[in-house]
């Protein structure tokens, strides 16, 4: 039997042979690749996330929203319009069946239609202006400056976990390193200067972690301001490039070395609003985070004034005191707790260069108040069992009783203290990150876990 292959019959019986599969699976794939793309457009609604934009708590947020939604719905979704509907309209209205495709058929030119030109080039223009009116508008009432008297934040990035520093005695965030006589940021045109004489930026070839005065209250990991004030931010960074970013506040600020850039924030009501830093800085940057906690300002007067008060002094003899020894031989060369007797002051000792501390980031979390925040390690474990630091789920009417309304977290505690880097990456034999500490015995890191309870 032969087959002759220039049959137009075989031909097309092949063709049907070779299609007919083919068609079959794209007919099974089509909806299963429609339902994965519903999947995901799904996915990316969800309510009530602790990083979403478009759930505004603050009026920063919602002015950045307020821009965004007329750009979207008014600009880009007429676009989308005109683009997508416009296209599909022509193809079907000049679609040409296969028998009747020539090659050489092209469609009118529209090339040199001065009239089409003129009109998609100016109408561009024009929109783009409008949005640059309006995007210049909110940009600069976003920088506007609350009273002298109100209340300013010191916010340092380090790898990786967030420094606030709040000026308590009203003489700014800086010291006079150099001896002249004046401070940066207060004498002249600094972070939080009033202006009027240059500024004496001298100091600021100093080493962060000795320009800035011991005098101001320090926490980690949590900023807490009160609620219905615009709190100003003073942002900068001790080591590498961060990010400051809480959503549901307001929208992203770079911390750079060497340099201190502007920002605020300003919650509508009390609760916790998450963030994260969002500028890549080294092992850890994804396990980053911060948080807001917003207090009504009289539950935010208590807590401030608490957060001035030296750390208790465990009685001798007890197991907490017995943990305050261990943490003065093994802690102190990174880490502070001010009880009057533990701190020390820089500014009083003749040699700043031989008590730095001996990280890449020049900094470590101040732990005097330590039981009084919610989490610890950059944000990333609950110092209570009973409260998570992954999501805003936070009773705030309970933060200034911590301890008496939470578990304390012993167990997470343990394993940071003793092997940390194993909970959190980093790279301590490069003054990165916090030293592993397997030469503690259980009763010393039970004493030291005990003793940073009684922070509160």
């Known amino acids: 039997m032969t087959t002759d292959h220039n049959n137009p019959t075989w031909h097309s019986s092949m063709r049907s042979t070779i299609l007919t599969p083919m068609t079959s699976f794209r007919k099974r794939v089509r909806p299963l690749v429609g339902l994965a793309v519903f999947g995901l457009a799904v996915s990316a609604c969800a309510d009530d996330k602790p990083l979403n934009t478009f759930e505004p708590r603050g009026p920063g947020a919602q002015q950045e929203l307020d821009l965004m939604w007329p750009i979207v719905w008014g600009i880009m979704g007429l676009v989308f319009l005109i683009v997508v509907v416009g296209g599909i309209g022509l193809a079907i209205k000049n679609r040409v069946k296969e028998e009747d495709f020539d090659p050489d ?69 800086f010291v006079d390193a150099d001896g002249d006589g004046q401070i940066w940021g207060v004498d002249g045109e600094g972070a939080d200067g009033p202006g009027g004489v240059s500024g004496d930026e001298d100091d600021l070839e100093w080493p962060l972690e000795y320009i800035l005065d011991p005098d101001d209250v ?22 590498v490039i961060h990010s400051f970013w809480i959503p549901r506040l307001n929208g992203k600020r770079d911390a750079v070395p060497g340099r ?153 505690l343990r394993r940071w203290i003793k092997n940390a880097p194993s909970r959190k990456d980093a790279n301590y034999e490069n003054q990165q990150g916090m030293l592993p500490f397997p030469q503690l015995g259980e009763e010393e890191l039970d004493n030291l876990v005990a003793s940073l309870a009684t922070l509160d």
């Open 218 to 239: 320090s926490t980690a990991g949590e900023l807490v301001i009160p609620t219905g004030n615009q709190v100003d931010l003073y942002i900068t960074s001790g080591d």
């Open 260 to 412: 201190f850039t502007t920002w605020s924030v300003e919650a509508d009501a009390a609760g916790k609003y998450t963030g994260w830093c969002t500028e890549f800085c080294g092992l850890s940057h994804a396990r980053m985070r911060m948080s807001v906690i917003a207090l009504d300002p009289a539950d935010y007067t208590t807590w401030f004034e608490n957060q001035t008060r030296p750390a208790a002094v465990p009685a001798e003899g007890t197991p907490e005191f017995a943990g305050r020894e261990t943490f003065k031989n093994l802690c102190m060369s990174c880490h502070v707790i001010k009880d009057g007797e533990l701190e020390y002051n820089p500014t009083e000792s003749g040699d700043p260069w031989a008590t730095t501390i001996p990280l890449a980031s020049k900094g470590a979390p101040s732990l005097t108040h330590f039981a009084s925040r919610t989490s610890f390690a950059g944000a990333i474990y609950g110092q209570y069992r009973d409260i998570d630091p992954n999501d805003d789920a936070l009773d705030v009417s309970t933060y200034l009783n911590l301890a008496s309304e939470y578990r304390w977290n012993e167990a997470e």
């Open 105 to 173: 058929d092209l469609p009118e030119q529209v090339h040199g239609w001065f009239a089409g030109e003129i009109t998609w080039t100016i109408l561009p223009a024009i929109i783009l202006a409008v949005v640059g009116v309006y995007s210049i508008a909110t940009i600069l009432d976003l920088e506007t400056k609350n009273e002298s008297s109100e209340l300013d934040v010191l916010v340092i990035g380090r790898q990786w976990w967030w420094e606030y520093r709040y000026d308590v005695d009203g003489d700014g965030f």
